[in-house]
């Protein structure tokens, strides 16, 4: 188009500075003159019959007695007879309506005149732009809207010919009339605008659908909006600055977004909502629909659209949508669960590895050897928690590959090997491990009090995960119990103190069952239990140390010591078997460095649930102490199990020796009870 009304222009000012035009132009004013002319020679000649002249004045034609040829002053009018100043004035009123008739006459033949003379300049136009809108016509024949428009446009051409005859390249004289000169241009400049195209949205270089994802899905980057510019003082705007958003771009294909980030803007949630349903997308500005007085400006017809809209989201929104919002399951009905791992295969592994390929060739890293691989599928797994696992938290592993790539890069080699891979992961836990640095510092110096050697009666090493956001690691905590005669059961200090979370009050509730279920079937359990977490102040919550409290609470009836210098983890049932937990690795690296800092004794080691084995993807410095005996992890299946490796005795035996410490109480108390009575 603006080729097209570019050439229009040049075509008009040429064809109507044309020589042959100018002639044809003139011919028809030279033969409307001559014909109003004649009219006006033939009323001067019935004037000067009736003895007047006529004069012409910017009022109109006005006639002039004579007196010997000439025109009679004031003085010689006002000097006549009445008879003959009346009579002058009879014959002025009937020749007044001689020239009234004559000034009509000329009228019509100037309106002729015009109208021949507009004829003659949209023929010599049509001639001229004919040809272009044919071959812009001929290029958008399978168009019939384009075609529509372009007849409009040409016949607008026609009704404006006055501003395409003026060459725009013309420079205005003097300087006096400057500001003028530049408002006018500036004014020819925007009638100009109604013939431009705003290309609002391009998808020429798009091979299929389009597929757009907006990082920032506020209201106006999503539904477009009406700019304005301001002008003398005045915000205008026009349908050019109608500015599409990604609706829009994405129309006939896929609109990503992140859910998060949607429900930040507080409009743009309902106005999709909407444009889904309704099937159309509005162009317009958000304080359009809440002003008290509505402005003037202009409004955008609706755009069809047809896009498939990806929300990208965690379940948590999408619980709440799906519970709160009748509209969401109406609209979003296919829902799509990825999972954070995948299972580790020969396939798997492979695509892994081409994987970390492909980061190195796009970003322009050292590409890894077969050692540096294996480190990073490792670590994969450590990530998911599982030997049998591959983490799909991609961001991370990309990291850790850029931190390796890096560390080689300082010390000149020309590929990563596993020894980088693990320092980038050192580096990394060294950056974030703060918090775990200062609680085993603590240990060091006997602020926090964990044993891992010795025995003792009513303590044991429990294990638990502190997570600091970018940072998971265990940390060993000495869980003691207390038992004395009465009646008010197992209690749970941290819930006393407000301290405890559901499940961790669960899990002391399921140890009760148990108890009541092995020991108080042929006699009543007649003690009082407290069990803690020593040196805790941050609360508790989870179920995996119910193992160890179990442990501490029988050594305590029974008077039989625990290991220190084990630490156990796994939740329990009621029927004595052990569960598996979560953090299984963390826990077990955090008793060992706490071993470490204690010093080795080689009889050290930490308990846990059979079913955590395959979870265990241990420091490389773990596993080389295991290997070499110095630190030992044992798995167990049952909580018998759990006690044989604590207290070194038999479980029979074990129990034997609770049932008789919980008969001597049991008999204890209903002596006190008698000797009450």
């Not at 051409?157 to 300087?175: A, C, M, S, V, Y």
């Not at 477009?224 to 006939?252: C, L, P, V, W, Y």
């Not at 999972?339 to 798997?348: A, F, K, Q």
């Not at 429990?462 to 690691?473: A, K």
Request: glycine content about 6%; aromatic content about 8%; hydrophobic content about 40%.
């Amino acid at each position: 188009m603006e080729k097209l009304i570019s050439e229009v222009r040049r075509e008009i000012i040429r064809i109507f500075d044309d020589e042959n035009f100018e002639n044809q132009k003139q011919a028809l004013i030279d033969r409307y003159q001559r014909a109003s002319l004649e009219l006006f020679e033939k009323l001067d000649e019935i004037a000067k019959a009736e003895g007047f002249t006529l004069q012409r004045t910017p009022q109109g034609i006005i006639t002039i007695p004579l007196k010997d040829g000439k025109p009679m002053s004031q003085e010689e009018f006002e000097a006549l007879s009445d008879e003959d100043r009346k009579a002058l004035e009879e014959k002025g009123r009937s020749l007044q309506a001689r020239i009234d008739e004559t000034m009509r006459k000329v009228r019509a033949l100037d309106k002729q005149a015009r109208e021949e003379l507009g004829r003659l300049e949209r023929n010599a136009a049509l001639a001229a732009v004919n040809p272009l809108f044919e071959e812009a016509a001929v290029k958008y024949a399978a168009f019939d809207e384009i075609i529509s428009y372009l007849k409009s446009v040409k016949e607008d051409i026609i009704k404006n010919l006055t501003l395409f005859r003026t060459d725009r390249r013309e420079k205005p004289e003097g300087d006096d009339r400057q500001i003028l000169n530049i408002a006018q241009n500036a004014s020819q400049e925007d009638f100009f605008l109604r013939y431009r195209i705003n290309v609002f949205v391009d998808n020429r270089a798009t091979k299929g659908a389009p597929v757009v994802f907006e990082a920032n899905p506020t209201y106006y980057n999503l539904f477009g909006k009406i700019e304005g510019k301001a002008q003398f003082g005045a915000i205008t705007t026009d349908f050019t600055m109608i500015k599409s958003g990604a609706i829009h771009r994405a129309n006939g294909g896929y609109l990503m977004l992140q859910a998060s980030d949607l429900f930040k803007d507080p409009y743009a949630w309902d106005t999709l909502k909407r444009t889904l349903k309704n099937g159309e997308a509005w162009v317009e500005n958000i304080g359009e629909q809440y002003r008290t007085v509505p402005t003037v400006t202009i409004k955008p017809e609706p755009i069809p659209v047809k896009v498939k809209v990806v929300l990208i989201g965690t379940p948590y929104i999408y619980s709440l949508l799906n519970a709160y919002d009748e509209d969401f399951r109406k609209l979003f009905k296919i829902k799509v669960d990825f999972d954070v791992e995948m299972d580790r295969t020969p396939e798997n592994l492979k695509r892994y590895a081409a994987f970390i390929c492909h980061i190195c060739q796009n970003e322009g890293l050292i590409h890894f050897e077969p050692s540096g691989v294996a480190r990073v599928v490792d670590y994969s797994s450590r990530l998911a928690e599982d030997k049998k696992k591959l983490s799909t938290r991609f961001n991370e592993i990309v990291e850790v590959l850029y931190e390796a790539a890096a560390w080689a890069a300082i010390d000149g080699r020309s590929s990563v090997t596993g020894e980088y891979v693990d320092k980038a992961i050192e580096e990394k836990i060294y950056r974030s491990n703060r918090v775990e640095e200062k609680l085993f510092s603590m240990i060091e110096r006997g602020e926090i009090l964990v044993e891992t050697s010795g025995t003792a009666v009513g303590q044991i090493n429990g294990l638990s995960v502190l997570d600091v956001g970018d940072y998971i690691f265990g940390q060993p905590s000495r869980i003691t119990a207390r038992t004395y005669l009465g009646d008010e059961g197992v209690i749970n200090i941290e819930r006393e103190a407000k301290m405890s979370g559901h499940i961790h009050d669960k899990a002391v509730m399921i140890l009760a069952g148990f108890l009541g279920e092995r020991y108080a079937r042929e006699m009543p359990l007649a003690i009082s239990a407290s069990i803690a977490f020593e040196q805790n102040y941050g609360g508790i919550e989870g179920d995996s140390a119910t193992c160890a409290e179990l442990i501490a609470l029988l050594s305590s009836i029974s008077g039989i010591p625990v290991r220190q210098d084990l630490a156990i983890t796994g939740s329990l049932d009621q029927q004595g078997h052990v569960q598996p937990v979560g953090g299984t690795t963390y826990k077990i690296e955090g008793f060992y460095h706490a071993c470490k800092i204690k010093g080795f004794t080689g009889t050290q080691g930490v308990v846990i649930p059979c079913q955590n084995v395959d979870n265990l993807m241990l420091k490389p410095e773990v596993v080389e102490a295991v290997e070499q005996g110095r630190f030992h992890i044992y798995s167990v299946q049952t909580i018998d199990d759990a006690i044989e490796i604590m207290t070194g005795m038999s479980a029979e035996k074990f129990h034997a020796k609770v049932m008789e410490s919980l008969a001597k109480m049991a008999e204890t108390a209903r002596e006190f009870a008698d000797g009450e009575r």
